[in-house]
């Protein structure tokens, strides 16, 4: 593929290409009519690849990798895993399918614990994460409380508060593992508590994640413009530089994602307010900054703010067809990985904005009727072991921060960590960073909905 490092009309690009479809979520309906809940979108903060067309991605087991197996018995369930029946287990994975990186880390999981435990792991890859938890939801309404369909699930934010409310997660389980005690949570509260809920051992920690800005160095030195470090030199940004940025709208985990981070930059001498459910009176406090930014952007977005993306993986393909100078995404190793894969071009640049990077923590759930829970928790138990963490945080594999304290490993188990390679798109990690923490799940859907109500659908 051609490497693109030149400024783009916006107006070639065709806007046919975005398909507005989107497949119902199978038993939806069924759970809000006997429960009367909605589910909320998800909120995963990672970067995406490509654009997903429906809600579920095509099913696909993951075993007989090739990877050999290097890792070496480092729990008290190894030998009790195995034997946990005579016939290999399956469990479920349900996790968003959009990014190489995570499908591919997952298939080298799937291989060790094929081979370490015999256990067959199969990754549901997910366009939403709210489909498998409106597809938990329907099968507890219709009485299917002992061989549910979904085992684990990659969750956090909305999507956990949802699932502790309608009480869809097996409680009390992420003590028994015997890695989690590495993440050291009586030192470290992040690691029990997801977007201010206490997780109540319904969901282990897997990973961090913070949100990055990338640009195309190119663009900038054509436009004799500089990346904005601040969400007010961003708006300075667009107004010298109409249409080269943009984010997709809230219903989408990285549009709601910006507007957070908006709300909280915007509302320095308001931020406590984030850190409690929402009301009335706080919510009130601070959207007039929020939209007063908003209403300046907008017109200086690309298609005028008029027309916006549904969808994250929209937003990288346009930095990598020109169409854009600036984006962001809640996976910085992203970056990387698709300039090497010719997705993004290789003058793209990837950097944090000093006014605060939004981060959080992401979790695995255990759904209350998982028909296979001992080797579902064997699973987690070795997505937490410091092998599996390690690997997850090379640049090359994934790049996602891991959640152990390094201070209660081994020296030999700290040097699994040492990851010597250097990319030129890469995030600095040696820059300090001011990390703003997730408000509280219940902001969420409140911002999302204020947004709807002044802007209106814009796709």
Not at 168 to 188: C, I, M, Q, Y
Not at 301 to 313: F, K, T, V
Not at 375 to 402: C, R, Y
Request: hydrophobic share 40%; glycine share 6%; charged share 20%.
């Amino acid at each position: 593929m051609q490497r693109n490092s030149v400024l783009v009309n916006p107006k070639a690009f065709c806007s046919s290409c975005f398909n507005k479809s989107r497949s119902l979520v199978m038993g939806v309906a069924l759970a809000l009519l006997l429960i009367g809940s909605q589910v909320i979108a998800a909120s995963h903060a990672f970067a995406v690849l490509h654009e997903v067309p429906s809600a579920y991605f095509p099913s696909t087991e993951l075993h007989g990798h090739s990877e050999p197996l290097t890792l070496a018995s480092t729990d008290s369930h190894s030998s009790s895993a195995k034997d946990l029946t005579q016939d290999k287990p399956l469990v479920r994975f349900h996790a968003w399918g959009g990014s190489a990186q995570v499908n591919g880390y997952l298939q080298w999981v799937a291989a060790q614990v094929n081979q370490r435990f015999n256990i067959e792991l199969q990754h549901v890859k997910l366009a939403d994460t709210s489909d498998a938890v409106s597809r938990v939801l329907a099968e507890k309404a219709a009485g299917n409380h002992d061989n549910g369909s979904v085992d684990l699930i990659w969750i956090n934010g909305e999507n956990f508060a949802a699932m502790k409310k309608h009480d869809l997660l097996a409680r009390g389980w992420v003590d028994e593992l015997h890695h989690f005690s590495l993440t050291r949570p009586e030192k470290n509260p992040a690691m029990i508590t997801d977007f201010g809920e206490a997780t109540l051992g319904m969901e282990a920690p897997w990973g961090k994640a913070s949100m990055v800005f990338y640009y195309r160095s190119a663009h900038m030195k054509a436009l004799d413009a500089v990346p904005p470090q601040t969400l007010h030199e961003l708006l300075q940004f667009a107004q010298k530089a109409p249409g080269r940025f943009t984010y997709p709208v809230p219903s989408d985990y990285l549009g709601i994602s910006f507007i957070k981070y908006a709300a909280i930059a915007l509302n320095g001498d308001k931020q406590s307010l984030f850190y409690k459910p929402v009301t009335g009176q706080s919510l009130q406090a601070v959207l007039p900054a929020l939209w007063a930014y908003l209403d300046q952007l907008h017109p200086n977005m690309w298609q005028q703010g008029e027309y916006m993306l549904r969808q994250a993986s929209q937003l990288q393909r346009l930095v990598g067809t020109g169409e854009l100078t600036l984006a962001f995404s809640f996976t910085a190793a992203e970056i990387p990985s698709a300039v090497n894969r010719f997705d993004l071009p290789d003058d793209v640049r990837t950097y944090v904005m000093q006014d605060g990077s939004l981060a959080n923590v992401h979790f695995v759930g255990l759904t209350y009727n998982s028909g296979n829970k001992a080797a579902a928790k064997t699973v987690v138990n070795f997505l937490l072991s410091p092998e599996a963490q390690a690997e997850k945080q090379k640049l090359a594999v994934w790049g996602d921060d891991t959640v152990l304290d390094m201070a209660t490993l081994t020296k030999a188990q700290n040097v699994l960590f040492k990851d010597d390679t250097v990319h030129k798109s890469a995030l600095d990690k040696s820059l300090s960073t001011v990390l703003l923490a997730e408000p509280h799940a219940s902001w969420t859907d409140k911002l999302r909905e204020a947004w709807y109500e002044r802007y209106g659908a814009r796709y």
